[in-house]
């Protein structure tokens, strides 16, 4: 049976990954000298979003 830490876990995982992702898209919009503000604001968010997920169901799930 699968808890809720594994899917909060799982969710703050898919949510680091997200960011990752968008982080990847500012730094490409940066390289082509476009607007990358913004995009790299919400790649930040979701980063520390995510890591901040995993970290506290760690502690939750001990």
Known sequence: MINK??????????????G???LGEAII????NLDFFLIGTLSLILINTGA???I???????
Do not use: A, D, P, V
């Not at 830490?5 to 997200?18: E, V």
């Not at 919009?29 to 082509?32: A, D, L």
């Open 52 to 54: 901040c997920i995993m």
């Open 29 to 32: 919009r940066k390289s082509q």
């Open 20 to 22: 990752l992702c968008i």
């Open 56 to 62: 506290k169901t760690k502690e939750l799930s001990t």
């Open 5 to 18: 830490y594994t899917i909060i876990g799982t969710l703050g995982i898919l949510i680091f990954s997200s």
